[in-house]
């Protein structure tokens, strides 16, 4: 990556996301909504399993996910996010979760 920023990050994620065939809409959407690092928050925060990490778990690339995104740069983010993001990373691969995460 040319720069090892939180934009940079992002922007290489979709581009591997896109190139597998998964365009994240909602992401984008809400991207351009409330801008990068809020929207991030929203969806990381969220209780329910994001559609995003499931698709990108089942595409191989969790490594660049949003909750991957909050783990590489912890200071853009609230301690919150930081722990929602660490959980369902270290649970992605957890059966008895699934659908919880």
Same mark, same amino acid.
């Given at each position: +990556?040319? !720069? #090892?920023?939180?934009?940079?990050?992002?922007? %290489?994620? *979709?581009?591997? &996301?896109?190139?597998?065939?998964?365009?994240p809409?909602i992401?984008?959407? +809400?991207? !351009? #909504?409330?801008?990068?690092?809020?929207?991030? %928050?929203? *969806?990381v925060? &969220?209780?329910?399993?994001?559609?995003?990490?499931?698709r990108?778990?089942?595409?191989?690339?969790?490594?660049?996910?949003?909750?991957?995104?909050?783990i590489r740069f912890?200071?853009?983010?609230?301690?919150?996010?930081?722990?929602?993001?660490?959980?369902?990373?270290?649970?992605?691969?957890?059966?008895?979760?699934?659908?919880?995460i």
């Amino acid at each position: +990556m040319p !720069q #090892d920023t939180l934009e940079a990050f992002v922007e %290489e994620s *979709l581009r591997r &996301s896109l190139e597998r065939g998964y365009h994240p809409t909602i992401f984008q959407k +809400m991207r !351009q #909504d409330y801008g990068l690092e809020r929207a991030i %928050e929203k *969806l990381v925060e &969220s209780s329910d399993i994001q559609s995003g990490f499931a698709r990108l778990k089942d595409l191989g690339l969790l490594d660049w996910s949003l909750e991957a995104a909050v783990i590489r740069f912890p200071g853009s983010f609230p301690v919150k996010t930081r722990e929602y993001a660490g959980f369902r990373l270290s649970h992605a691969k957890d059966r008895t979760l699934r659908g919880r995460i």
